[in-house]
C-alpha cells in the first residue's frame, strides 16, 4: 500500500507540527479539529514555519509552496477520514476521548487505512480493540518541536502487523525522521524516562534543594541535557504531562506518583507556555 492522503486530527501543539512534517514530506494533508481557533492558529503557525524554511536556506521556495497547496483543514472528522491512506491523531491525552475516536474513524476511514496514535503513554491496544483492524493500529509518537525533533518512536501493540510498522517507519523516514520501534508498555521510552526526570525535578523543587532555574541549569551543564527539566515541561504543557504521570503511576506504580506540585500549578492554570506560564513566565510575544 501507497501513503497518498494523510489525515491528523487535533491542530494543538503536536498536531500542527505533525501536518507540517506531512506536507513537506509530500503527503497530501488533512488537519482536522473541532476548534475553528485552533486551526486558524495551526495555519498561521505552519505558514510562519515555511517562510523562517525559506529565510533560513532549509527549505527551497517551491517546496514551501508545493507544502503549502498540500495542505487543507477542516473541523469535520468525516471529511479528514474518507480519503486518508493513513490517519495520525493528535487529540488531548485522555483514553477515553482516543477509544470513542478510533471506533469512529473504524466506521469512516476506508478499509485499507493506517490508523495512527502520537499518544505519550496511552495504550494503543486499548485504541486497537475499538477497532475491527486491530493489525493496522500502531503508535507514532513524535515529539515536540515536530519539526526540529529527529526520533519517531513507533508503538508495536498486540496485533500490529509487521506490514503497518513498515509502513509507519516508512511514512516517519519521508517526513525526515529516525525510528526506533518499541513494544508496547506504558509510556514506551522515551516518556517512561523523561516522566521520572521532570516529576523528581519538581520534588527537589517541592523541597527547596535549588532554585527552578537552577534546577534546569545543573541538568545541562552536567549532565548535558539540551534542555532542563523545567523548560521542557513548560514546553510539553504541565497538563499533558500531569496526565502522563497519572497513568504511569496507575500503571507502573509509586514511583510514578505525582508530585503534588504539578498537581498545584495544573489546577492553577499554569499550564506552560502555551497559557503564558508554567514554571517560568512567558510574557506575551516572549
Ligand atoms: N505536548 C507534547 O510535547 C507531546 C509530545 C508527544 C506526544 N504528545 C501527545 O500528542 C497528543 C496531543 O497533545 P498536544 O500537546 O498537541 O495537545 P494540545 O492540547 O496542544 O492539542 C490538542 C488539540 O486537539 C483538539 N481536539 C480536542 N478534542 C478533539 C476531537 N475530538 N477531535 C479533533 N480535535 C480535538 C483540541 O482543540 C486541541 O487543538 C496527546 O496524546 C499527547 O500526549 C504530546
New binding site residues.
Given amino acids: 500500500m501507497t501513503v497518498h492522503t494523510v489525515a491528523v486530527?487535533?491542530?494543538?501543539?503536536?498536531?500542527r507540527g505533525i501536518a507540517y512534517v506531512s506536507a513537506i514530506g509530500g503527503y497530501r494533508t488533512i488537519l482536522?479539529?473541532?476548534?475553528d481557533a485552533?486551526l486558524d492558529q495551526a495555519s498561521a503557525e505552519i505558514s510562519a514555519l515555511l517562510e523562517k524554511g525559506i529565510a533560513t536556506g532549509k527549505v527551497k521556495g517551491e517546496d514551501a509552496a508545493a507544502a503549502h497547496k498540500r495542505l487543507t483543514t477542516c473541523t469535520r472528522?468525516e471529511e479528514a477520514a474518507r480519503e486518508a491512506d493513513l490517519v495520525i491523531e493528535?487529540?488531548?491525552?485522555q483514553i477515553a476521548?482516543k477509544v470513542e475516536?478510533f471506533g469512529t474513524l473504524d466506521r469512516l476511514a476506508p478499509v485499507h487505512a493506517i490508523l495512527a496514535?502520537?499518544?505519550?503513554?496511552l495504550s494503543i491496544t486499548e485504541m486497537a480493540a475499538a477497532t475491527s483492524r486491530p493489525a493496522q493500529v500502531v503508535g507514532m509518537?513524535?515529539?515536540?518541536p515536530v519539526h526540529r525533533m529527529r526520533l519517531l518512536e513507533i508503538v508495536r501493540a498486540l496485533e500490529t502487523s509487521e506490514a503497518t510498522l513498515a509502513l509507519a517507519a516508512e511514512v516517519g523516514g519521508r517526513m525526515g525522521k529516525e525510528c526506533v520501534v518499541v513494544r508496547e508498555s506504558p509510556g514506551f521510552v522515551t516518556s517512561r524516562i523523561n516522566a521520572m526526570i521532570g516529576n523528581e525535578a519538581f520534588y527537589m523543587l517541592q523541597e527547596g534543594i535549588a532554585s527552578a532555574a537552577d534546577i534546569d541549569r545543573a541538568l545541562k551543564l552536567g549532565l548535558n541535557h539540551p534542555m532542563g527539566p523545567f523548560e521542557l515541561v513548560d514546553?510539553?504543557?504541565l497538563d499533558?504531562r500531569l496526565?502522563?504521570l497519572k497513568f504511569l503511576h496507575r500503571t507502573l506504580g509509586e514511583k510514578f506518583r505525582p508530585c503534588p506540585l504539578i498537581e498545584q500549578y495544573v489546577a492553577a492554570g499554569r499550564l506552560g507556555r502555551?497559557s503564558g506560564r508554567g514554571v517560568f513566565d512567558y510574557p506575551a510575544g516572549s
Fill in positions: 486530527l487535533g491542530a494543538g501543539l503536536m498536531g482536522q479539529d473541532t476548534s485552533a472528522l493528535a487529540v488531548p491525552e476521548l475516536l496514535s502520537n499518544t505519550s503513554s509518537h513524535f515529539f515536540n514546553l510539553v504543557g499533558t496526565a502522563i502555551k
